[in-house]
């Protein structure tokens, strides 16, 4: 799986953007796909997940505030971001979980993870 990342950009406080995640293959195949953030000097840490079956979860420091979804249609996961932080000033990156058979029968979990976006919330 291929995953392109895109809309990052310089945001003042308060202010929001859509972060975009394009997959090379149909997301519906896909076990899940996540947003995680880094910033230089620190792990990287999740920030919002979600299922095949639609179902989501978001780290505590943006619940509330962020968003994502997902298009069937345009393989693609997107991310929004409303109210946002100086704090949340990092690189953004989407990753997409897999789980599938291989020729022996035995199930093989894969992790996919985009190029990163960076994303600046100026104060």
């Known amino acids: 799986v291929q995953l392109q990342a895109s809309g990052g950009g310089l945001v003042q406080s308060g202010g929001s953007l859509r972060l975009s995640c394009a997959a090379s293959?149909?997301?519906?195949?896909?076990?899940?796909m996540e947003w995680h953030r880094q910033v230089p000097g620190r792990e990287r840490e999740l920030v919002a997940a979600?299922?095949?079956?639609?179902?989501?979860n978001y780290a505590d420091s943006v619940k509330g505030r962020f968003t994502i979804t997902g298009d069937n249609g345009k393989n693609t996961v997107y991310l929004q971001m409303n109210s946002l932080k100086p704090e949340d000033t990092a690189v953004y990156y989407c990753r997409a979980d897999t789980l599938s058979q291989d020729s022996s029968g035995t199930w093989q979990a894969a992790a996919y993870w985009g190029q990163g976006t960076q994303v600046t919330v100026s104060s």
């Open positions: 293959r149909n997301i519906g195949s896909i076990n899940g």
């Open positions: 979600i299922t095949k079956s639609g179902s989501t």
